[in-house]
């Protein structure tokens, strides 16, 4: 009981701790901190420790990437131009993204490159939030950071974050499941994917080589969350596989499909866990079908 009590007061006394530290040594340790806890210390505590926050954000490790989050859009889209002649004709060809961003200054395209080092899934997160609009900046922002297919394991290990955030946001887990509605949601990263890979001249299509995104989702810290981005990936967000899962009649059509994914997996502990939602849904799909024919027949 002691310990506990000495516990609590050691961590009721690390804020006050941390305000009697100079300003530039706050600002130091606030650099340290997620970008999600730094802007949320910003809001917080005294006076001090929010204007230190906030310097460490404006000022410090974190400006590149507060910098797109405030103008990163605005900068692409007075420079990337549209498809469209001045009298409201299609242009003759399409633009590579290299056109569009030509006017982009050399310092908005080092702030760019600066913010995706640092923390590429929060810019990411930023990108898919530019997308209720508009795609076409988010995608250009990727082809310059990302331009060739060599990019492609960082794009997708940046994923993680905003497929479980945006699934958070709309009530659902993320990981594949009957009861939630893929469509449902707003801002899936694996259509930037695919706009990426479609401006780079390389577009991607996993469900022909399903290893190309499978090998590439290992690094997911949640094997079921990257099962989630595969299953949204597919048809129609997903519905095309529980179509064919319930009413195809393939026997352990979408057990199949996932293990295809996760083949070259070496951590077997995580394909495993990729593996077992789409094992619930195929039992699912069982016992739905075995009851229809307990009651109807076949």
């Given at each position: 009981m002691a310990a506990l009590r000495a516990h609590k007061s050691s961590q009721e006394s690390s804020p006050s701790r941390f305000v009697a530290l100079p300003q530039e040594?706050?600002?130091?340790?606030?650099?340290?901190?997620?970008?999600?806890?730094?802007?949320?210390?910003a809001k917080q505590l005294s006076k001090g420790t929010r204007t230190a926050a906030r310097r460490a954000l404006t000022r410090g490790r974190w400006r590149p990437v507060c910098e797109v989050a405030r103008n990163g859009k605005a900068?692409?889209?007075?420079?990337?131009g549209s498809y469209m002649t001045d009298n409201g004709t299609p242009l003759g060809r399409a633009r590579t993204w290299q056109e569009r961003l030509a006017g982009l200054s050399d310092a908005s395209r080092a702030l760019f490159r600066e913010a995706w080092a640092l923390e590429p899934a929060e810019v990411l997160f930023i990108l898919l939030l530019w997308t209720r609009d508009s795609y076409h900046e988010a995608y250009l922002f990727l082809c310059l950071v990302e331009p060739s297919t060599d990019g492609l394991r960082r794009i997708l290990a940046a994923c993680e974050y905003s497929h479980r955030e945006f699934a958070r946001r709309a009530g659902h887990s993320g990981r594949p499941?009957?009861?939630?509605?893929?469509?449902e949601r707003e801002c899936h990263p694996g259509d930037l994917v695919a706009a990426w890979s479609r401006a780079i001249g390389a577009p991607l299509f996993f469900h022909q080589q399903p290893n190309l995104l499978g090998d590439e989702l290992e690094c997911w810290e949640d094997p079921a969350q990257a099962a989630g981005f595969v299953l949204d990936m597919s048809g129609e967000y997903g519905q095309v596989w529980l179509d064919e899962t319930m009413y195809g009649g393939i026997?352990?059509?979408?057990?199949?499909?996932?293990?295809?994914y996760c083949a070259r997996w070496e951590d077997q502990t995580k394909a495993a866990a990729f593996i077992y939602p789409f094992m619930k849904i195929q039992f699912a799909a069982d016992e739905l079908e075995n009851d229809f024919s307990a009651n109807f027949g076949t």
């Open positions: 040594l706050q600002i130091r340790c606030v650099e340290f901190l997620a970008l999600g806890d730094a802007a949320s210390l900068t692409i889209e007075g420079v990337m499941s009957l009861a939630e509605d893929a469509e026997p352990n059509y979408i057990i199949d499909k996932a293990r295809a």
